[in-house]
């Protein structure tokens, strides 16, 4: 079955810097646009980021455009989501997904997700 196991997350100071990994695994990786999301308590799941299948296009939120990067290994069937000049804000629990060949911001189009990893940036 697809599995996609999201890690990185953590505890870290306001400005520093966290690097999220999602590993996929039971599906044709390179099939597959990407996506990052989160959700904040009491919050609905945003957007964060996207990437198309080669890695050649990404998509970001306008609260984290200039901070956050996504890329793709599809040897290793791994997205990454490097944040950098984290801020309180950014707290939420960070899920990644995948969706059938055409990226989208839209959660509801995603056909599979993480179970999601925890950020949490102190003031």
């Known amino acids: 079955q697809v599995q996609l196991v999201e890690s990185g997350g953590g505890l870290v100071q306001a400005g520093g810097s966290l690097r999220l990994s999602c590993a996929a695994s039971g599906l044709t990786f390179s099939n597959y646009a990407m996506g990052w999301f989160r959700q904040a308590p009491g919050k609905e799941r945003e957007f964060v980021s996207s990437i198309n299948r080669s890695g050649s296009t990404t998509y970001y939120a306008d609260s984290v455009k200039g901070r956050f990067t996504i890329s793709r290994d599809n040897a290793k069937n791994t997205v990454y989501l490097q944040m950098n000049s984290l801020e309180p804000e950014d707290t939420a629990v960070y899920y990644c997904?995948?969706?059938?060949?055409?990226?989208?911001?839209?959660?509801?189009?995603?056909?599979?997700w993480g179970q999601g990893t925890q950020v949490t940036v102190s003031s």
């Open positions: 997904a995948a969706k059938f060949v055409v990226a989208s911001t839209r959660p509801n189009e995603y056909n599979y």
